[in-house]
Antibody, heavy 116, light 111 residues
Framework: EVQLVESGGGLVNPAGSLRLSCAAS????????MNWVRQAPGKGLEWVSS????????YYADSVKGRFTISRDNAKNSLYLQMNSLRAEDTGVYYC?????????WGQGTLVTVSS | QSVLTQPPSVSGAPGQRVIISCTGS?????????VHWYQQLPGTVPKVLIY???NRPSGVPDRFSGSKSGTSASLVITGLQAEDEADYYC???????????FGGGTKLTVL
């Protein structure tokens, strides 16, 4: 079964840092572009970042550029999102998702709350 | 503000057909980039409904169909059912932003 499981969310103070992880199983992780997508409470979906299969290409939404860093470890079948200088508006559920062009899947999400 | 524009809400009676539009521009949908559609039931993870403009993943009923023309795409739901009540999002890639875009979402209400 193709599966993605996020972890690492939690409550963090403004200006703090958090590292999200996404463990993949059931498919050849190293062959696919991977993505992070977030959803603020009661709001729509917002793309955060994408990384190509060999980490050659990395893209960020303007809202997180310079603060977030996406990375992957193909040997560990894992995707990461290092989030620094966190702001209240970064609060939401963060999903990892396999290449959008192949219909997912998406993980269950991990909640990040930025508040003092 | 999303560069992919969806109506905030649509509604229909059971058995009816509804269309959800997704209007983009020459740097995304109009440039030939694929459009994908997601369904998000209340409190759940978004589910892929249509990928690559017209393709349905296995398990998605053929009541759901997608199309694309010019700078717009559409999701058509026929034979509306109560369980179709959800939020629907379109998604594409934008070359001017060098990034992925989601539409603002459309809330479907089954009357």
């Amino acid at each position: 079964e193709v599966q993605l499981v996020e972890s690492g969310g939690g409550l963090v103070n403004p200006a703090g840092s958090l590292r999200l992880s996404c463990a993949a199983s059931g498919f050849t992780f190293s062959s696919y572009t991977m993505n992070w997508v977030r959803q603020a409470p009661g709001k729509g979906l917002e793309w955060v970042s994408s990384i190509s299969s060999a980490s050659s290409y990395i893209y960020y939404a303007d809202s997180v550029k310079g603060r977030f860093t996406i990375s992957r470890d193909n040997a560990k079948n894992s995707l990461y999102l290092q989030m620094n200088s966190l702001r209240a508006e970064d609060t939401g559920v963060y999903y990892c998702a396999r290449d959008f062009a192949v219909a997912g899947p998406w993980g269950q999400g991990t909640l990040v709350t930025v508040s003092s | 503000q999303s560069v992919l524009t969806q109506p905030p809400s649509v509604s229909g009676a059971p058995g009816q057909r509804v269309i959800i539009s997704c209007t983009g521009s020459s740097s995304n949908v109009g440039a030939g980039y694929d459009v994908h559609w997601y369904q998000q039931l209340p409190g759940t993870v978004p589910k892929v409904l249509i990928y690559g403009n017209t393709n349905r993943p296995s398990g998605v009923p053929d009541r759901f169909s997608g199309s694309k023309s010019g700078t717009s795409a559409s999701l058509v739901i026929t034979g509306l059912q109560a369980e179709d009540e959800a939020d629907y999002y379109c998604q594409s890639y934008d070359s001017s932003l060098s990034g992925v875009l989601f539409g603002g979402g459309t809330k479907l209400t089954v009357l």
